[in-house]
């Protein structure tokens, strides 16, 4: 149950409604807060949804590309592999702010995401699962009977990028199998997590009929918190665990291989699109519900956004591999500079736009680590 204050929240939130966003009503019996429903909705059906199923998608066909080249090893089946993970974790990155809801259920999202490996005990077994030729991983429905560790992207990256990978090119090699199966069970989680949110009782329906007899929201404020929430919280594992735990208080303390995806060279490509992901839910959410006096605060969130994109662009500029280039000076800099608009934003996210919602967010899972 979400922490606000139900009546005030209530209160405060159709009332910024009625005066900062008027709309036109079908009727006079219209009401006001229709304006709320109206982008829940569009949050939900243009947003969240479609984001979803494209993550369950592109999964499915990593699935069916892991299938055909352990069939038959090429090298060009490899590149494909190699394309089919990069575009994976390209559209997983644009659904990973989403860790409430579905995300939670059978921790789908450790499922898929075992990030951050704390003293890398996720990697280590993965490691025994491909010593020990583990045969209760050798197909995709006895994967997900054991740990989230050895069942999602980042296992899958290592036993494409990390140590012995060559082993793939070699027919009929466990390293495939096992390949095989963890592209089959993160497919399977995608496909359940999206229609989780998507069936006719889903999640998605439930923050579409907000009230009184909804266990979990109460009231339409209710979900825009979880919204914001989520958007928060994402800029803090940026700004915290993706750049702060890697770049350390010193370019000679800083630690690469923290950040999701090192192996792969796609940290970059995941930050960028969790960036995208929470200027699009964000953008979604307020544009349409701020008054004229507080439009700043998206001019000032574009602004925050193109400053980061900026060091990201300089970096991938640099065609510097990710470790590496945290090991270079220059690229150290900007990365520590990178992160004052990341906190610029979380701080318009949690604070400004909130406010300005008649909003307060509360509790964040982050705070205190």
Known sequence: MLKATNTVLSAAFTGLLFIACPVQSASAETPQKDLAGQVIENVLNTVILPNH???AEVAASQADRWTAFCSKPTTDGLDRLQTAYQETVRDFSRIELYRFGPARSDNLFQRLFYWPDRKGRGLKQVQRVLSGKDQTAATGDALRGKSVAVQGLPALEFILYGSGAETLMDTGSFRCTYGTALAATI????????????????????????GPENTLYRDQGEVFQEFLRAAREQLQVIDQLKLGSVLGASLEKSRPKRAPFWRSDLTILNIRENLAAVDQLVS???????SDKDGWQMDSFAFQFREIRKVLDNVEASGTPWVEAVGDPEIYEKLT?????VQGAETLVGDSFASSLGLSLGFNSLDGD
């Open 53 to 55: 199923a494209a993550f």
């Open 187 to 210: 497919a399977k989680n995608a496909a359940i997590l999206s229609d989780r949110w998507a069936s006719p009782t889903g999640y998605a329906q439930l923050m579409m009929s907000s």
């Open 284 to 290: 979604a959410v307020v544009s349409d519900l701020l």
């Open 337 to 341: 500079y990178g992160r004052l608009p």
